[in-house]
T-cell receptor, first 113, second 111 residues
């Protein structure tokens, strides 16, 4: 399978715990995006990487959120001290140099109790 | 800022055509996209159109773009029950890397 993969697919955690999600982009895609999608809404942009550099962060990305892409391949998104409002689907997308389209992974559904 | 609006719900009978509409506000939008999302799944790219085009056809899908009115539509011919899903319109503009999405249109196909 050469699509975008995300792990885990589902995560249930208690408020105050830290969680980390992983995204593996399509091979050789140098651009990687994280989005958050809440129920009944479209995805909202969180952050963007080109290779290993984090070039853009949205206002939605509070200081409890951190994302990395250390070798320019897979990326991780960590949420510290989770809150119930963090419950959402976290989507990762990747894009290659010669394409104008973002390809999405299946998402990680986070439930904070 | 950028805004994308879609109607919430559309119901059609199997075999009919479906037309899903979208309006956007950013006149600098360069690409406009249609994604499909099935329950519990990620987003599947269906098609996209560059802003200097007014129509694009891809098998059962036809995209129409009215740039003057900032209106985008997706027509699905011979709609099947497997087309039941949420359809998202999205746009990207000059200098912006992220996509801006609408809230999605839920398409229900009645057998």
């Amino acid at each position: 399978d050469t699509g975008v993969s995300q792990d885990p697919r589902h995560k249930i955690t208690k408020r105050g715990q830290n969680v980390t999600f992983r995204c593996d982009p399509i091979s050789e895609h140098n651009r990687l995006y994280w989005y958050r999608q809440t129920l009944g809404q479209g995805p909202e942009f969180l952050t963007y990487f080109q290779n290993e550099a984090q070039l853009e962060k949205s206002r939605l990305l509070s200081d409890r959120f951190s994302a990395e892409r250390p070798k320019g391949s897979f990326s991780t998104l960590e949420i510290q001290r989770t809150e119930q409002g963090d419950s959402a689907m976290y989507l990762c997308a990747s894009r290659g140099v010669s394409t104008d389209t973002q390809y999405f992974g299946p998402g990680t559904r986070l439930t904070v109790l | 800022g950028e805004d994308v609006e879609q109607s919430l719900f559309l119901s059609v009978r199997e075999g009919d055509s479906s037309v899903i509409n979208c309006t956007y506000t950013d006149s600098s939008s360069t690409y406009l996209y249609w994604y499909k999302q099935e329950p519990g799944a990620g987003l599947q790219l269906l098609t996209y159109i560059f802003s200097n085009m007014d129509m694009k056809q891809d098998q059962r899908l036809t995209v129409l773009l009215n740039k003057k009115d900032k209106h985008l539509s997706l027509r699905i011919a011979d709609t099947q029950t497997g087309d039941s899903a949420i359809y998202f319109c999205a746009e990207s503009g000059a200098g912006r890397r992220a996509l801006t999405f609408g809230s999605g249109t839920r398409l229900q196909v009645q057998p």
